[in-house]
């Protein structure tokens, strides 16, 4: 079972940095996760799951319009990680994060992380 492990949640001021980490663990290697789309979403009390930033197995990077500028996607496929960092945050960037790999090639297997919360402060 792939599982994708999250990290460097927590409490920001508004308009400090903060990054998030996410490391693919199991049964999955560096081939295969570099053929892997990956993606952060993100949810806030009382709305639904969105997605924020992705990255394809191509290299290309993609971001919500609210985000854009602010936030950064990355990924190492050595590592089989990607991470978000984020800067000048604001009040409404509190949610829940979520990190997400979907095969872009071959038979469909995605897999989603556990979730790190992220509350900006005023």
């Known amino acids: 079972q792939v599982q994708l492990v999250e990290s460097g949640g927590g409490l920001v001021q508004n308009g400090g940095s903060l990054r998030l980490s996410c490391v693919a663990t199991?049964?999955?290697?560096?081939?295969?996760?570099?053929?892997?789309?990956v993606a952060w979403y993100r949810q806030a009390p009382g709305k639904q799951r969105k997605l924020v930033a992705s990255?394809?197995?191509?290299?290309?990077?993609d971001y919500v319009a609210s985000v854009l500028s602010r936030f950064a996607i990355s990924r190492d496929n050595d590592k089989k990680s990607l991470e978000l960092q984020m800067n000048s945050v604001k009040s409404e960037d509190t949610a829940i994060y979520y990190c997400?790999?979907?095969?872009?090639?071959?038979?469909?297997?995605?897999?989603w992380g556990q979730g790190t919360q992220v509350t900006v402060s005023s």
């Open positions: 997400y790999i979907a095969r872009s090639t071959g038979r469909n297997a995605n897999w």
């Open positions: 199991g049964p999955i290697s560096k081939a295969s996760f570099r053929i892997y789309n």
């Open positions: 990255i394809s197995s191509g290299g290309v990077a």
